[in-house]
């Protein structure tokens, strides 16, 4: 066998590229304070001790529709569980983790590449989009979305086919049903096939003159969107059951943003679905020269995408395209501002720059072969993230309990009482660390409305640390509800009884 032959040599330079991914947003806390991450590791936690993974003891005030739900997916602290049973609550080893998962992402890429380009121009695409700056941002974070793109590419890639098989509609059902577990937001790859298959319907129905009634039965669309659907709903309710839905939070969430009309959330919402499509070409710079280079790489990157999407859309709808829409139109109503919920088209989006730059480039550069322009483009590219790449491959100061509050910690579990709930600004964080009764206020209603919440639910203590939403609890504690008793049980740490 000969590893350097055509067949083996580009995944070998795939390996060789995964290896400065080890090195970059490598550390030990979190990133953005460790809230967000603790459900997911609470979950984790529970899975690999056998527990109901929904049992964090984070206490879902249902006032709050923006906050958090119960509990987060299944899939995701599933995957995580054997690295919280080998090293516990340890960030360094999620990163790892996270990190293995970018390195399929990388083949992933490739894969998904190869249908379309040459070897060589899916290599640098996949090196440009692993690379990316956002892409080695959310590497560091103990957050769902690494591993549902992972899942979104394999089914990306198990669908480039002319034909489908039963075994490659289960190997589409499999990773849909996962994506879909691990992050909701995956049910557009349900959309998706549900559009296909009604547009090739009316296509046939049309040329047909006649409802092709019996082709539905032979639509490999319909057969993953059901098998997809009914496997979510078995793990779900039966290995994964949980008693309180989360459907509901996302329902009022998005239904209390539909109040401002239609319209009026699009129209607030794209410039950030622009943006969203610029931060995949974006890295932060150092001087003057490298800002000038992403500028240029973040304006082109926009330009072409939009190009490349009407050059695609006009030749042939395909099902990516689809699936790219329906991303964008998520992303135009959905309230919260993160570029995480567009990250499952970012191949997508890759792909329309490849297909306008195919088209423009030969125009440009004239004798100069293409291949080597986009060599000279992604080397280019990498030149501009340089300092990037070097801040990045320094540890960072993220959270990590600190003597305080592992201090604030050992009185919580010691002296508060498991029934008893605590009020707090980072329930689930204090939650996996003490797994008490913790939870949060409704910011989005006043301070009258919040009391009747918690003397309905006998909050008994009210937890205050300092730099976490100290002016809010303060008033409250001042006009609301004068607490009985107050003990600082560490620095920086006040527990006040409420009753």
Not at 79 to 107: Q, R
Not at 424 to 432: E, H, N
């Amino acid at each position: 066998m000969h590893f350097t032959s055509e067949k083996y040599w580009p995944y070998l330079l795939l390996l060789l590229a995964s290896v400065p991914l080890f090195f970059l947003n490598m550390h030990n806390g979190h990133s953005g304070g460790g809230d967000d991450y603790a459900q997911y590791i609470k979950e984790a936690q529970n899975i690999a001790n056998g527990r109901p993974y929904y049992l964090s003891n984070y206490v879902f005030n249902a006032y709050n529709n923006c906050y958090s739900p119960p509990q987060y997916p299944p899939g995701f602290p599933l995957l995580l569980a054997p690295v919280i049973k080998i090293w516990g609550i340890d960030i360094l080893p999620m990163c790892y983790f996270n990190t293995v998962l970018a390195v399929c992402l990388l083949f992933c890429f490739f894969a998904y590449f190869k249908k379309y380009a040459s070897t060589t121009a899916a290599l640098c695409i996949a090196v440009l989009i692993t690379y990316s700056g956002c892409m080695i941002d959310i590497k560091q974070a103990v957050l769902a979305d690494v591993p549902s793109l992972l899942f979104v590419m394999l089914y990306l890639i198990a669908r480039q086919a002319e034909r489908f098989s039963w075994q490659r509609i289960t190997l589409l059902v499999l990773f849909a049903a996962m994506a879909i577990l691990i992050r909701t937001q995956s049910v557009l790859l349900i959309f998706a096939e549900l559009i296909y298959a009604g547009l090739y319907v009316i296509k046939e129905w049309r040329r047909l003159k006649q409802f092709p009634s019996k082709l539905l039965l032979q639509l490999p669309s319909l057969y993953v969107a059901v098998g997809s659907l009914l496997l979510v709903a078995f793990i779900s309710k039966v290995i994964f059951y949980a008693p309180h839905s989360a459907t509901g939070f996302y329902i009022d969430f998005l239904s209390i943003t539909l109040q401002k009309g239609l319209l009026t959330i699009v129209r607030d919402n794209i410039n950030f679905l622009l943006a969203s499509v610029t931060n995949f070409f974006h890295y932060a710079t150092d001087n003057s020269i490298r800002t000038a280079m992403v500028t240029v790489m973040e304006n082109c990157g926009l330009a072409f995408c939009i190009i490349g999407f009407v050059i695609s859309i006009t030749r042939r709808l395909s099902f990516d395209d689809i699936f790219f829409v329906l991303v964008c139109g998520l992303v135009l109503y959905y309230p919260i501002h993160d570029l995480r919920y567009f990250f499952p088209a970012i191949a997508i989006a890759y792909y329309y720059c490849y297909v306008a730059l195919r088209r423009i480039l030969p125009v440009i550069t004239m004798s100069i072969r293409p291949l080597y322009v986009g060599m000279c483009l992604t080397v280019i590219c990498l030149i501009a993230g340089g300092w990037y790449f070097k801040s990045v491959a320094k540890p960072i100061s993220g959270y990590v309990p600190t003597a305080a509050d592992k201090q604030a910690f050992s009185y919580i579990a010691s002296h508060v009482n498991d029934s008893d709930i605590i009020l707090c600004a980072r329930p689930r964080l204090i939650t996996l660390y003490t797994n008490k009764r913790c939870m949060i206020h409704a910011w989005q209603y006043p301070m009258d409305i919040n009391k009747k919440v918690f003397d309905s639910m006998h909050v008994k203590y009210l937890l205050l640390v300092s730099g976490f939403v100290e002016d809010y609890y303060h008033t409250y504690l001042d006009h609301y509800q004068h607490p009985t008793d107050s003990l600082q049980i560490a620095p920086g740490y006040m527990l006040y009884s409420l009753r």
